[in-house]
């Protein structure tokens, strides 16, 4: 990665005795998009309304462009911050709406220069027809599309967005975090995005920050957080159906189940002897394998069939073609890919 443009080193924040962010440590280049995925109460609207200048924390520093804006007012800092929440003004036309941040204190914006933002930014986001409408008669997409075109018309150098589409359905949401994602890379302008939907964090980042409890726990290019998570709680973050997570021990070169002994797959690489194996369900056959599963459930997920099945002294999910003849209670033997497994050392 280039110079980044924001780095966030150390960076701690606490309520009263709830410790929210706990040292902290990011960084986003210049026209990346950075999705901060997490749980409810893992510190994202925290890190953000410290981001914006909306907190101050306790430690660490926020740099921008080179410049420490820890203690930097929000008016100082040039960005924008989306809620979750659309918060427009009711009775007021798009227009007004669009046009209210322009005419903020200070700003001084010409007339034709803040029609020209309004326009601009109405015509990207495919709304320049509802310009004349009242706020009150738009669709729950059309108040999103509203709230984002607000931040556009800043022209900030920074974008902060608090999971903004996550009140619309998921058809919209979809079709919604497409759009962002391109018009974002088009402007240029570095954003970082806060959700709890790893498929908005999957199909929107250029790099994901993994968020628990206050901590990153592991940042990277999505494929490469998705195949190579740092730790289990990194890898349930990411996947669905989730990964599957298998107490093994390392046996004549194979991996074997800690519970039953089952044959799981070879031991390519030295290590240690026994370990806790993340599989993901696409990484794992329903054939193919030396070891016995009993099919619980089969689901029909469209293009694949989804199947939990009984395995190695646990439950594990894994993808079957369609072409697959699956039913309950059927004896299946599942096969793991070596070359995907991924082996956490554990106690």
């Not at 901060?36 to 953000?48: D, E, F, I, N």
């Not at 420490?68 to 798009?94: E, I």
């Not at 806060?194 to 929107?204: K, R």
């Not at 989804?306 to 299946?332: D, E, K, M, N, Y």
């Amino acid at each position: 990665m280039s110079a980044p443009f924001l780095e966030v080193r150390g960076l701690v924040k606490r309520f009263g005795r709830t410790l929210a962010l706990a040292g902290v440590e990011l960084e986003l280049g210049p026209g990346e998009i950075l999705v901060v995925l997490g749980p409810t109460g893992a510190g994202k609207t925290t890190l953000l309304r410290t981001l914006a200048g909306l907190e101050t924390p306790d430690a660490g520093t926020v740099r921008m462009n080179g410049v420490d804006v820890t203690h930097a007012p929000p008016s100082a800092r040039d960005v924008a911050l989306v809620f979750q929440n659309f918060s427009l003004y009711p009775g007021w036309s798009v227009r007004r709406n669009l046009a209210f941040p322009l005419r903020a204190p200070g700003r001084n914006l010409a007339e034709a220069e803040i029609e020209r933002r309004v326009r601009s930014a109405a015509e990207r986001l495919a709304i320049a027809h509802l310009l004349e409408r009242d706020s009150r008669r738009l669709s729950g997409g059309e108040m999103q599309r509203v709230a984002i075109g607000r931040a556009i018309v800043r022209e900030p150098r920074l974008f902060l967005m608090d999971e903004p589409l996550s009140n619309l359905d998921a058809k919209l949401r979809e079709a919604l975090r497409l759009e962002l994602a391109a018009l974002v890379r088009e402007l240029g302008v570095p954003m970082v995005y806060v959700t709890h939907d790893q498929a908005e964090a999957l199909s929107m980042a250029d790099r994901i920050g993994v968020l628990g409890a206050g901590r990153v726990l592991q940042a990277g290019p999505p494929r490469e957080v998705y195949l190579r998570p740092a730790s289990p709680a990194v890898a349930r973050a990411l996947g669905s159906p989730p990964v599957n997570e298998l107490q093994a021990v390392r046996r004549s070169g194979q991996w074997v189940a800690r519970a039953d002994g089952t044959p799981l797959c070879p031991a390519l690489d030295a290590g240690p002897q026994q370990a806790l194996l993340g599989v993901r369900p696409e990484h794992l056959a329903p054939a193919g394998g030396a070891g016995a599963a009993v099919i619980e459930v089969v689901e029909d997920a469209g293009p694949h069939q989804v199947l939990l099945a009984r395995f190695a002294g646990t439950r594990v999910h894994l993808l079957a073609p369609r072409s697959f003849a699956a039913q309950p209670g059927q004896t299946i033997h599942p096969r793991i890919d070596p070359e995907r497994v991924i082996v956490w050392n554990v106690p």
